[in-house]
């Protein structure tokens, strides 16, 4: 066995001899944690639709042995991958022809499939381990992608309490929060989040920005503010210098010229 994984030569035939073993050593050894784990790998390492059937079906296999849910939540992630590769698909077809209503539909549907089981699956894993704040954060970005605002924001809000999620999950709030239509709360989480803002996460720093002035512009037209216009103008001209092609820049900053305008400012 050492020979051969050494071997420089004959790799696919060593590849297909290990799986081999491990599905042996699978089928001898049913409630080995390590057996199942290996066999799961290297089936999906072929990355064929397949092998990763059987590779779910063993993690499925191996939860059902054990109740270990670690193998539960390694079969969830398959199914999740399935579906957003489908969704990466189906995105690509509808981008390169943008007219196309079926196209569109098909896109629409598979986003909605893939967020749907990404809720049931996250949700499932925050009720098993609820004092894992990354899986709220992961949950509580599905739910925003749902329109399950308030939901979302619970879950943003005890993210939060932990340093290494500290900005995501503020940022994401402020999202929640402006998606609401409350932009003064929106308008706090944000600059919470760039005040506490590091060198690691810088390159959401110009999102967080960018949604920053989008409250601001919101908040200038519902309160008839020149002063939340001018800090929304201030936003839009940095980000200007420093990337024109971001998203939508250049017709927001024409935007807010005419909000200024139009308030006097």
Same mark, same amino acid.
């Given at each position: 066995?050492?020979?051969?994984?050494?071997?420089? @030569?004959? $790799?696919?035939?060593?590849?297909?001899?290990?799986?081999?073993?491990?599905?042996?050593?699978?089928?001898?050894?049913?409630?080995?944690?390590? =057996?199942?784990?290996?066999?799961?790998?290297?089936?999906?390492?072929?990355?064929?639709?397949?092998?990763?059937?059987?590779?779910?079906?063993?993690?499925?296999?191996?939860?059902?042995?054990? $109740?270990?849910?670690?193998?539960?939540m !390694?079969?969830?992630?398959?199914?999740?991958? !399935?579906?957003?590769?489908?969704?990466?698909?189906?995105?690509?077809?509808?981008?390169q022809?943008?007219?196309?209503? %079926?196209?569109?539909?098909?896109?629409?549907d598979?986003? #909605?499939?893939?967020?749907?089981?990404?809720?049931?699956?996250?949700?499932?894993?925050?009720?098993?381990?609820?004092t894992?704040? $990354?899986?709220? %954060?992961?949950?509580?970005?599905?739910?925003? *992608?749902?329109?399950?605002?308030?939901?979302?924001? !619970?879950l943003?809000?005890?993210?939060?309490?932990?340093?290494?999620?500290? %900005?995501?999950?503020?940022?994401?709030?402020?999202?929640?929060?402006?998606?609401?239509g409350?932009?003064?709360?929106?308008?706090?989480?944000?600059?919470?989040?760039?005040?506490?803002? *590091?060198?690691?996460?810088?390159?959401?720093?110009i999102?967080?920005?960018?949604?920053?002035?989008?409250?601001?512009?919101?908040?200038?037209?519902?309160?008839? @503010?020149?002063?939340s216009?001018?800090? =929304?103008? *201030?936003i839009?001209?940095?980000?200007? #210098?420093?990337?024109?092609?971001?998203?939508?820049?250049?017709?927001?900053?024409?935007?807010?010229?005419?909000?200024?305008?139009?308030?006097?400012?």
């Open positions: 066995m050492l020979e051969e994984q050494e071997s420089l @030569s004959g $790799g696919q035939d060593i590849e297909e001899r290990n799986l081999e073993r491990a599905k042996r050593d699978f089928e001898e050894n049913p409630m080995s944690p390590e =057996a199942i784990s290996r066999y799961a790998q290297l089936l999906k390492r072929r990355a064929t639709p397949e092998a990763e059937e059987l590779a779910h079906g063993v993690y499925i296999t191996g939860y059902e042995r054990l $109740g270990e849910y670690r193998f539960r !390694q079969a969830g992630d398959i199914k999740i991958g !399935q579906l957003r590769r489908k969704a990466a698909q189906a995105k690509e077809k509808f981008d022809t943008p007219s196309d209503l %079926v196209l569109k539909t098909e896109f629409a598979a986003i #909605r499939e893939l967020r749907e089981l990404e809720g049931s699956e996250f949700r499932e894993r925050v009720q098993k381990y609820p894992d704040r $990354g899986l709220k %954060v992961d949950l509580g970005r599905v739910e925003f *992608d749902l329109g399950n605002y308030e939901n979302a924001m !619970q943003f809000q005890s993210a939060k309490e932990e340093g290494k999620y500290r %900005v995501r999950a503020g940022f994401m709030l402020g999202r929640s929060f402006a998606a609401m409350w932009h003064n709360e929106a308008i706090h989480e944000f600059r919470e989040s760039l005040a506490t803002i *590091d060198a690691t996460m810088k390159e959401i720093e999102d967080i920005r960018y949604e920053l002035m989008l409250s601001l512009i919101e908040l200038a037209r519902q309160e008839k @503010s020149p002063a216009a001018k800090e =929304a103008f *201030d839009c001209s940095a980000i200007v #210098r420093t990337n024109i092609g971001y998203r939508d820049i250049r017709e927001k900053r024409k935007d807010i010229d005419q909000l200024r305008k139009d308030l006097g400012g």
